[in-house]
């Protein structure tokens, strides 16, 4: 609902950042809190994250991906929806420039597993921990994960670099 990327983009002022979703209300909220904050160093597209990536995003040209909380299909018919896939990562590690750090973060732990298997078989990648990072400092905790960690549920990061 944006109050993540507000405060990642208040945080870090010198940066732009994208931000990409085809939830409608989560789109309006975003824009609404960009209003609200005068927050410059963000721009929204209501698109197809996949799409934008491959169509949009020229290669070795971002800092930095985030994706946090992605919708985690949790039906096991459903995992081949999951957005973190073997060829979405492999185009992000494409888009990424050197150095580029992937940052990915999610509350199921199966979609965890997942996400650390496909990111290690990425060549194009290495770890910045053993296995799963600390919550980086930069990024807030929602009221969602809050609400999580309070009912005693887990939350995974994964970061990445580009080597």
């Known amino acids: 609902m944006g109050e993540t990327t507000i405060a990642i983009a208040q945080s870090m002022p010198e940066k732009n950042f994208l931000a990409i979703d085809v939830h409608m209300p989560g789109i309006g909220s975003l824009l609404k809190r960009i209003a609200e904050t005068g927050v410059t160093n963000v721009r929204v597209m209501r698109h197809d994250a996949v799409e934008v990536v491959r169509d ?13 909380f992605p919708d985690p299909w949790p039906k096991a018919r459903h995992h081949k929806r999951r957005l973190i896939q073997p060829a979405f990562v492999q185009l992000l590690a494409n888009r990424l420039k050197r150095g580029g750090v992937l940052h990915l973060a999610t509350d199921w732990e199966n979609y965890a597993q997942q996400m650390l298997e496909v990111l290690n078989t990425e060549p194009q990648l290495e770890n910045t921990a053993s296995t ?30 580009k080597v």
Do not use: C, N, Q
Request: proline residues 7%; glycine residues 10%.
């Open 56 to 68: 949009m995003v020229t290669p070795a040209s971002l800092d930095g991906v985030h994706i946090f």
């Open 132 to 161: 799963f990072a600390e919550r980086p400092s930069y990024r807030p905790l929602t009221k969602f994960e809050e609400r999580g960690l309070r009912l005693g549920h887990g939350v995974w990061d994964l970061l990445f670099r």
